[in-house]
């Protein structure tokens, strides 16, 4: 295979056995996962990670040729990624686009929601709307990262693998939630997380999508998923700042390509022109 091949194989796979480390699987050899694991390795870079799916087939692909070599040298028996499916490379247009009326359906269904958690919930989505986090940092925030009670909010979202750290300036109705929730907060002894469950823990990523499933299904959007709220962010950006680089400095991307990748699929045809007129210069 081309040195270039090989040296993106080699990090596919370090990421998985991070991932394998960090997930209840410390103690075991990546040899002795099955099917199962490899699912829920899908599952964490598709929801949690919130991959493009070009990006995650290349990781499962990855894990077959890995496997497959195991398997011929007598290591293990079975391949269990051979048979995980792929994902298509075609969003649905659901997970990529929400109108201004699916936001507005959307936020009702919030107001509508639990008394108990209509603070929080209203807080995460607003966060999700508003700054454009992934799941992940959303979870990751802490309270020391939020910024309201100066001239310019903002949020500073700590940097990861993928991610840079940034600092992303906060609109009025973000802070009004984020304001409404810290008056409302009940952290455990010792928790820092910014937002958390009704223990005052650290909130899952997995109860994120929980409720958000909740409120999508209330408000009749179906495949919502929180990437879909990281594009109406990345779009608004634009919109207002017709500035790529902006956008990808605030969505966290390296590379300007990257955010042209993920702002064209989801845009009308008039954004399209000016995402390719800003290529063209």
């Given at each position: 295979m081309a040195p270039a091949t090989?040296?993106?194989y080699i990090a596919d796979l370090r990421a998985f056995l991070r991932w394998s480390e960090e997930s209840n699987?410390?103690?075991?050899?990546p040899?002795?996962?099955?099917?199962?694991?490899?699912?829920?390795?899908?599952?964490?870079?598709q929801?949690?990670?919130?991959?493009?799916?070009?990006?995650?087939?290349?990781?499962?692909?990855?894990?077959?040729?890995?496997?497959?070599?195991?398997?011929?040298?007598?290591?293990?028996?079975?391949?269990?990624?051979?048979?995980?499916?792929?994902?298509?490379e075609n969003a649905s247009p659901r997970s990529r686009h929400l109108s201004a009326a699916d936001v507005s359906r959307l936020l009702e269904a919030v107001r509508r929601g639990r008394p108990r958690w209509v603070v929080r919930d209203w807080a995460i989505i607003q966060v999700f709307l508003g700054a454009g986090l992934k799941l992940s940092e959303l979870t990751e925030l802490h309270v020391s990262d939020v910024h309201i009670d100066v001239d310019q909010p903002a949020l500073h979202v700590s940097g990861d693998l993928d991610h840079s750290s940034r600092v992303i300036p906060l609109e009025t109705d973000v802070c009004d939630a984020l304001r409404a929730y810290l008056s409302a907060r009940k952290g455990a002894p010792g928790v820092e997380h910014l937002f958390v469950n009704r223990d005052g823990r650290p909130l899952s990523t997995r109860s994120v999508q929980r409720l958000l499933r909740h409120y999508a299904r209330e408000a009749e959007l179906d495949d919502l998923t929180t990437q879909a709220l990281r594009y109406v962010y990345a779009r608004s950006v634009f919109e207002r700042s017709g500035d790529l680089k902006r956008v990808t400095e605030l969505l966290g991307h390296r590379h300007v390509a990257t955010t042209i990748r993920y702002l064209r699929p989801s845009s009308p045809q008039g954004m399209h022109n000016d995402i390719d007129n800003q290529m063209d210069s």
């Open positions: 090989v040296v993106n699987h410390g103690d075991r050899s040899l002795i996962l099955d099917i199962r694991d490899i699912q829920r390795y899908r599952s964490f870079l929801e949690t990670k919130q991959h493009a799916p070009a990006t995650i087939n290349r990781r499962l692909q990855a894990l077959r040729k890995f496997y497959g070599f195991a398997v011929t040298e007598g290591w293990i028996q079975k391949n269990p990624a051979e048979r995980i499916s792929l994902l298509s």
